[in-house]
Antibody, heavy 121, light 111 residues
């Protein structure tokens, strides 16, 4: 059973870079069957896709965040990471990592529990 | 890339059936029909309940069903149970642009 776990600072200062890591256990990130994604959810609001990465290293990002976001993988550690630069209070949210199963219509079939990030000085 | 349209709230009595709509455009929902539905209880991570607009993952109750017509996908919950009270989000993936978009979410209340 694959399990995803987010980790990283819960508090980031405005204008700094938010960095989160998702550790994948119970399965290999090297599999060609999956993409690996980040999604966020501000308090009381809906889900917002941030971006995803494939095993080849190819990425896709939300147009609204593309200039500030970077997703990378470290397959030796079975981890993938999110970096979001120049953060503001609007980036305060619960951040989720999720696995995308492209053979099942690109569905996000496994989710981490989420980690809360607050942007504040 | 606009959020998909869902009703803000839907309610039904125990045992009744409800349907939640998810409307997009021919550029997203209607294009590749890669539609998924997620259930989210308060303080919890989303859980997949429908993928490929009509398929249920293993372990998901068969009282969840999905369908599509044109640019609108729908999730039907038959025989409402107390544990179905949650937020529900649809999502659409567009293959040529490799972009996802989520619906705004629907709060389901079981009366």
């Amino acid at each position: 059973q694959v399990h995803l776990q987010e980790s990283g600072p819960g508090l980031v200062k405005p204008s700094q870079t938010l960095s989160l890591t998702c550790t994948v256990s119970g399965g290999s990130m090297r599999s060609d069957n999956y993409y690996w994604s980040w999604i966020r959810q501000p308090a009381g609001m809906g889900l917002a896709w941030i971006g995803h990465i494939y095993s080849s290293g190819s990425t896709s990002y939300s147009p609204s965040l593309k200039s500030r976001v970077s997703i990378s993988t470290d397959t030796s550690k079975n981890q993938f990471s999110l970096k979001l630069s120049s953060v503001t209070a609007a980036d305060t949210a619960v951040y989720y990592c999720a696995r995308i199963k492209w053979k099942d219509a690109y569905t996000m079939d496994v989710w981490g529990q989420g980690t809360t990030v607050t942007v504040s000085s | 890339q606009s959020a998909l349209t869902q009703p803000a709230s839907v309610s039904g009595s125990l045992g009744q059936s409800i349907t939640i709509s998810c409307t997009g455009s021919s550029s997203d929902v209607g294009r590749d029909k890669f539609i998924s539905w997620y259930q989210q209880h308060p303080g919890k991570a989303p859980k997949l309940v429908i993928f490929d607009f009509t398929h249920r993952p293993s372990g998901v109750s068969n009282h969840f069903s999905g369908s599509m017509s044109g640019n609108t996908a729908s999730l039907t919950i038959s025989g409402l149970q107390a544990e179905d009270e949650a937020d529900y989000f649809c999502s659409s993936y567009t293959n040529n642009s490799a972009l996802y978009v989520f619906g705004i979410g629907t709060k389901v209340t079981v009366l």
